[in-house]
């Protein structure tokens, strides 16, 4: 399927920011949705963010406020962008393509899809 690759993790004090992205190895992205997801050791897998092709967009609470998820399908490239980090932030970050936008009234989810990228690391310090 789809090859994804992620970058712009890094080490950044507690308060910074980090802009991740998701670029797709293929001449085409087109996908109804994508999500951002992190992974830090002995935790499960955490949806953090999702988007839509009408670039309407989902975020875990605890990030909501912080993170901001975008896309621009003319460069087959979606991005997380990350202010306020915290220690609790740590994580491998993944970009996921494929899934699914359910919606309902008052609002959507996002549906897991199989495509996924390696991973960049993002380490938070206090």
């Known amino acids: 399927q789809v090859q994804l690759v992620e970058s712009g993790g890094g080490l950044v004090q507690a308060g910074g920011s980090l802009r991740l992205s998701c670029a797709a190895s293929t001449s085409t992205f087109s996908f109804n949705a994508m999500g951002w997801y992190r992974q830090a050791p002995g935790k499960q897998r955490e949806l953090v963010a999702a988007i839509t092709i009408e670039r309407r967009t989902n975020y875990v609470d605890s990030v909501k406020g912080r993170f901001t998820v975008s896309r621009d399908s003319g460069k087959n490239t979606v991005y997380l962008q990350m202010t306020s980090l915290k220690p609790e932030d740590t994580a491998v970050y993944y970009c996921?393509?494929?899934?699914?936008?359910?919606?309902?009234?008052?609002?959507?989810?996002?549906?897991?899809?199989?495509?996924w990228g390696q991973g960049t690391q993002v380490t938070v310090s206090s």
């Open positions: 996921n393509a494929g899934g699914s936008a359910n919606y309902y009234t008052g609002g959507w989810y996002y549906t897991v899809g199989t495509s």
